[in-house]
T-cell receptor
Framework: DTEVTQTPKHLVMGMTNKKSLKCEQH?????MYWYKQKAKKPPELMFV???????INESVPSRFSPECPNSSLLNLHLHALQPEDSALYLC???????????????FGPGTRLTVL | GQQLNQSPQSMFIQEGEDVSMNCTSS?????WLWYKQDPGEGPVLLIA?????ELTSNGRLTAQFGITRKDSFLNISASIPSDVGIYFC??????????FGTGTRLLVSP
């Protein structure tokens, strides 16, 4: 089973709202990722958690706050977003072993976020 | 940062035709991954390549890791309508840092 699940599928929020995106995997993977994908663009890495610790933050604004409650779950907390933050947010996971450059990442279906 | 350039940007072909697309970089990569993304969905891994010169097949798909380690190719034989989507190459620029190519959009006419 190589399934990564994400909820919700779609989310519409105002600029003053607080919301959370959720990601779950049951493959025993120890690395989890958040990506942002704008329309007609490739996915761009935002955060990496390795063994439940934040290992990479690609200079993401603080209005995005990641959380990894356990090895199977990854959340992305959203607060005071801007309309330009509207995008497809993708979660991925990988085994987290080795040198990190042969570690296949499996993606979830994404959450389509619209900020009004 | 490192960029992966894919060509062509888009292709419109007839069902049954073979397709070729490539991915190039100015830097060396140790791994090349090929993903397909359907509209509104996440990328799905098609093929992973780990050695220069490696040629790997997955059904009608064949991918090669270029000898120079700066390029990779993906071929699709006998295309079918469900091959429609965006194909991305990807490679690691550092530990756990995956960068995606610019993508090739494939349209298949029945």
């Amino acid at each position: 089973d190589t399934e990564v699940t994400q909820t919700p599928k779609h989310l519409v929020m105002g600029m003053t709202n607080k919301k959370s995106l959720k990601c779950e995997q049951h493959m025993g993977h120890r690395a989890m990722y958040w990506y942002k994908q704008k329309a007609k663009k490739p996915p761009e890495l935002m955060f990496v958690y390795s063994y439940e610790k934040l290992s990479i933050n690609e200079s993401v604004p603080s209005r995005f706050s990641p959380e990894c409650p356990n090895s199977s779950l990854l959340n992305l907390h959203l607060h005071a977003l801007q309309p330009e933050d509207s995008a497809l947010y993708l979660c991925a996971s990988s085994q987290g072993r080795g040198g990190g450059q042969t570690d296949t990442q499996y993606f979830g279906p994404g959450t389509r976020l619209t900020v009004l | 940062g490192q960029q992966l350039n894919q060509s062509p940007q888009s292709m419109f072909i007839q069902e049954g035709e073979d397709v070729s697309m490539n991915c190039t970089s100015s830097s060396i990569f140790n791994t090349w991954l090929w993903y397909k993304q359907d509209p509104g969905e996440g990328p799905v891994l098609l093929i992973a390549l780990y050695k220069a010169g490696e040629l790997t097949s997955n059904g009608r798909l064949t991918a090669q890791f270029g000898i120079t380690r700066k390029d990779s190719f993906l071929n699709i034989s006998a295309s079918i309508p469900s091959d429609v989507g965006i194909y991305f190459c990807a490679g690691y620029t550092g530990f756990q840092k995956l960068v995606f190519g610019t993508g090739t959009r494939l349209l298949v006419s029945p």
